[in-house]
Nanobody, 121 residues
Framework: QVQLVESGGGLVQPGGSLRLSCAAS????????MNWYRQAPGKERELVAT????????NYAGSVKGRFTISRDNAKNTVYLQMNSLKPEETAVYYC??????????????WGQGTQVTVSS
């Protein structure tokens, strides 16, 4: 059974930091690009950060660039999101996603259950 389990969310003050983790199982983790999304109240789901399955190159939403860092540990089947200098408007449910497209064109797309991040004083 494919599973993505997020952890590390919680309440943090503005300017504070959190590190989210996503533990994967049930698929070949190293062959998947990993992504973090978030969805704030009343807003659409937003792609926050990505890390590729091959080179490990990263990309970030402009609003988080310089403050967030995505990383992966293939030996532990885990992807992380380090979030620094958090802002109240970044209060959201944060979701882990795994994505792969095979050479035959078949898509594989898996989601975690989400973890709540609340930035408030």
């Amino acid at each position: 059974q494919v599973q993505l389990v997020e952890s590390g969310g919680g309440l943090v003050q503005p300017g504070g930091s959190l590190r989210l983790s996503c533990a994967a199982s049930g698929f070949t983790f190293k062959n998947y690009a990993m992504n973090w999304y978030r969805q704030a109240p009343g807003k659409e789901r937003e792609l926050v950060a990505t890390i590729t399955s091959t080179s490990g190159s990263t990309n970030y939403a402009g609003s988080v660039k310089g403050r967030f860092t995505i990383s992966r540990d293939n030996a532990k089947n885990t992807v992380y999101l380090q979030m620094n200098s958090l802002k109240p408007e970044e209060t959201a449910v944060y979701y882990c996603n795994a994505y792969r497209r095979s050479t035959a064109g078949k898509e594989y797309d898996y989601w975690g259950q989400g973890t709540q991040v609340t930035v408030s004083s």
